[in-house]
């Protein structure tokens, strides 16, 4: 770009639907994700209740309350007559809380804090002083059935008190090691996952022989996996700990000499991947399903209804993805290991001339590898630094981020959660000064709904005759109404508008008429087109940040 600093202007063009009504009431039937179109992130303690929802009036609230500690143990810690108020205005309620962190004060004796935590290589419980609570965290160990009651328990308190859904949260975060170990990966080696493991290693290889396992992973005459003896009785069979610490790795287990580390598998957290077959994944997955599945028969069994269920991160088996946007993550290989940057900024101000086009189409096509047809919400997590620099921004310049990358999100088939409030005492949209703007700025998805939902990035070549304007084009399952999206991305601390280019597309077959609509403008424009065997030819008079182009 010349080494110029551009601003970002979000262009869609959409062909002509009309719009469709709100979602029902939550409570008159089962809740669809396919007819959500505005999605809101405000989360509050289990007895506490955020009016800014009702004032947004969303389709959906993906987090509204979250189990933590102690609190959300008992039903009666719980504000569930709120869920009515919800209901009443149509807005699905998710109930959520975290699947992994614990302190030793959630549990009966030490004994049992010790047994539901997880372990490194050494069988020492992993220390998680990292999050710098004053109260000493560990992770939950998922592959003890124990803790999976456990969080099965709080879960069926809020199906008990009428949710729309449940979002668990860091399913797979209990496998890092922590600062304690650099994040190498030295965590998870407990007792139940090292049984696991023999069962994994046994159903895979099940005609090796003693020699087999001796000269392909190094195991050694005392220490073999065994078919006759029971997978869990780990002093007679394979104990996976003895072997790391006879082969110098109980320190680093995932280091590439070990030559279990690949069918050990190097957990992503947040992400379940689609193609990985290792052992974490594999029973990761398996455990995951079946609480999945015991929580939406549980809710038929007593409710006599289907719940929605969330986590975040890409994950299978769910209604939808709430994928939280935070730094470190696996998105985008960078040199410092941070990650996709979805909330650019430089030197305090919203860096606008970014796109996040390519890291947007890649978690919507990994969400429908793993999850299927299902929607894809992206919201800032927190507490970290893009919540911070997002908080940070000048008033107009936060109002800017949503404008351009919430637009953005939308113009590649994913939805944005606006966000409203956390549990960390971080000023409130209200607070901040920006209750108003998305309630108007909301107000332009409500009306045109019927353009946002269930699309997939269409295949056909978009050429915009400007620079800095990321354009795409979406086709509606099953109806084929394709619309065509232009975010302009010409921003220095304000947006730069765009004015008399054109935009053309490779179509399999022209339009009829095409409509143009924006949350920059009221109502819409019939904009001038010419289309010939296909090859699309659009004037564009103005883009400010984001239009759309309906082809009819």
Known sequence: MSGMRWSVCALTLVLAVPAQPAVAAAGSGRVRPADFTVYAFSQS??????????????????????????????????????????????IAFMGSGTASVIFPHDFASIEIFDDMSTRDADGNPVPHDEFGFPTPARRGNIFNPAYRRYLLGWAKIQIDGG????????????????????????????????ADFNRYLLAKYPTYTAADWKSRFGMTDDNLVLADVPP??????????????????????????????????????????????????????????????????????????????SSNGLWPYVDFNSIGMYPWNPDEQTPDFRGADYVPVIDGHLNGAKSLQANYRYLKEKNARIAGDVPAVVFIDWPNDMMTNYLNLPLAEKKDYWRIFGAEAYANGLFPAFHLKDTVGSPTAEQSGMLEFF????????????????????????????????????????????????????????????????????LRSCPRRVTMVSPDFPGSKSPAFSCR?????????????YDVLVLR
């Open 45 to 90: 303690d289990v007895e506490q209740e955020d009016p800014q929802v009702y004032q947004l009036d969303p389709d959906i609230n993906i987090r509204a309350i979250g189990k933590w500690s102690t609190s959300g143990d008992e039903a009666a810690d719980y504000n569930f007559a709120q869920i009515g108020r919800y209901r009443a205005q149509g």
């Open 163 to 194: 949710v729309d859904g449940l979002n668990l949260d860091e399913i797979n975060a209990g496998f890092s090691g922590g600062q304690k170990y650099g994040f190498n990966g030295n965590e998870g080696f407990d007792d139940y996952a090292i």
């Open 232 to 309: 869990g009785d780990l002093d007679d069979n394979f104990n996976y700990r003895d072997y790391l610490r006879a082969g110098g790795w109980n320190l680093n287990p995932l280091a590439a000499a070990n030559p279990l580390a690949a069918e050990w598998g190097r957990v992503t957290a947040n992400r379940m991947y689609a193609d990985d077959s290792s052992f974490t994944a594999t029973y990761l997955r398996r455990y995951w399903k079946a609480m999945v599945d015991e929580l939406r028969a549980y809710a038929r069994r007593t409710a006599h209804r289907e719940i929605l269920i």
């Open 439 to 506: 309630q108007s700025y909301t107000a332009f998805y409500k009306g045109h709904r019927s353009l946002f939902r269930e699309n997939r990035v269409g295949t056909e070549a978009v050429r915009v005759g400007a620079a800095n304007v990321a354009g795409s084009l979406l086709v509606r399952r099953g109806t084929g109404t394709r619309t065509l999206h232009l975010v302009n991305h010409n921003y220095d601390r304000g947006i730069i508008a765009q004015a008399g280019f054109l935009v053309e597309a490779d």
């Open 533 to 545: 065997q296909g090859k699309l030819r659009v004037t564009v008079d103005r883009l400010d940040y």
